[in-house]
Antibody
Framework: QVQLVQSGSELKKPGASVKVSCKTS????????IVWVRQAPGQGLEWLGW????????MYAQDFAGRLVFSLDTSVGAAVLQLSSLTAEDTAVYYC?????????????????WGTGTTVTVSS | QSVLTQPPSASGTPGQRVSISCSGS????????VYWYQQLPGTAPKLLIY???QRPSGVPDRFSGSKSGTSASLAISGLRSEDEGDYYC???????????FGGGTKLTVL
């Protein structure tokens, strides 16, 4: 079955960077995008962006431009999120999800199967 | 402040039908599809409804979605205790060029 297994919890100091990996299985990796979302403690969901696993092209949410980088390791069917210049406001659970393309007035990927989640805590 | 507006809570007794509303704007709900996600306690969200009213394989037909103009709703019939959790509406905003979510509705089964 389709699975997205994420890396373990991270504790980082303010100003540091963090990498979160998302290892997929059960489907053809290049046929679906990877979408990233986060959820701060007790809060709702916030979209971070996506990466096209076939072309490597990424789209980032405007609030994170310059701090966020998505990458791929296609040899093992994995995607990686790197977030830099961390502050306490970046403390959240970070989720990857399989993205299915939708073409309406615009094109986007909707979130299909979600990953296991990675807790990132930023504290001095 | 979420772009999509949901009631913070909803409740019902086992077997009842409950409805959760989601209000947006012409740049999101009205012009694109609405999606609903279920997040049970301590777990990752799960896709419940896509393209306004379509259920992924494995989602019971007790769950249904609808959309009209800038509003959407999720209905759950035959409420069960295992339905207790948070429900989020979501959609693509073609002005913001990004995904937007509702603040979530916490469903309690009394």
């Amino acid at each position: 079955q389709v699975q997205l297994v994420q890396s373990g919890s991270e504790l980082k100091k303010p100003g540091a960077s963090v990498k979160v990996s998302c290892k997929t299985s059960g489907y053809i990796f290049r046929n679906f995008a990877i979408v990233w979302v986060r959820q701060a403690p007790g809060q709702g969901l916030e979209w971070l962006g996506w990466i096209n696993t076939d072309t490597g092209n990424s789209m980032y949410a405007q609030d994170f431009a310059g701090r966020l980088v998505f990458s791929l390791d296609t040899s093992v069917g994995a995607a990686v999120l790197q977030l830099s210049s961390l502050t306490a406001e970046d403390t959240a659970v970070y989720y990857c999800a399989r993205g299915i393309m939708e073409v309406a007035r615009d094109f986007y990927y909707y979130l299909d199967v979600w990953g296991t989640g990675t807790t990132v805590t930023v504290s001095s | 402040q979420s772009v999509l507006t949901q009631p913070p809570s909803a409740s019902g007794t086992p077997g009842q039908r409950v409805s959760i509303s989601c209000s947006g704007s012409p740049s999101n709900i009205e012009r694109t599809y609405v999606y609903w996600y279920q997040q049970l306690p301590g777990t990752a969200p799960k896709l419940l409804i896509y393209r306004n009213n379509q259920r992924p394989s494995g989602v019971p037909d007790r769950f249904s979605g609808s959309k009209s103009g800038t509003s959407a709703s999720l209905a759950i019939s035959g409420l069960r205790s295992e339905d207790e959790g948070d429900y989020y509406c979501a959609g693509w905003d073609d002005t913001l060029r990004g995904w937007v979510f509702g603040g979530g509705t916490k469903l309690t089964v009394l």
